[in-house]
């Protein structure tokens, strides 16, 4: 069974910084793409960064310019480094993994990053 253990959320203040990671286990050789998705109360969960195996990546406008989305292939993992954080940030973050190994997509459990002063 492949899971996704994400690790790094936390509170910090405006202007911050916070480094999440993701990491598969479990049986599964081929990814097709990892990434990051938000939630914050009250609205849908949205796109924050993803990435394919062959390091494409995608951001949402919110975000450009601040995070940073990295992968290690050889080890399953993800990370999201997270700049000049803001209030608006403040959400659950869930890692996503697509791959054909699995027929589709999962989810990890979700990591809460709060930005407040």
């Known amino acids: 069974q492949v899971q996704l253990m994400e690790s790094g959320g936390g509170l910090v203040q405006p202007g911050g910084s916070l480094r999440l990671s993701c990491a598969a286990s479990?049986?599964?050789?081929?990814?097709?793409?990892m990434g990051w998705y938000r939630q914050a109360p009250g609205k849908q969960r949205e796109l924050v960064a993803t990435?394919?195996?062959?390091?494409?990546?995608n951001y949402a406008d919110s975000v450009k310019g601040r995070f940073t989305i990295s992968r290690d292939n050889a080890k399953k993992t993800v990370h999201l480094q997270m700049n000049s954080l803001k209030p608006e940030d403040t959400a659950a973050y869930y890692c996503?993994?697509?791959?054909?190994?699995?027929?589709?997509?999962?989810w990890g459990q979700g990591t809460q990053v709060t930005v407040s002063s």
């Open positions: 479990g049986s599964i050789s081929t990814i097709y793409a």
């Open positions: 996503n993994l697509v791959s054909r190994d699995i027929g589709g997509e999962i």
């Open positions: 990435i394919t195996s062959g390091s494409r990546i």
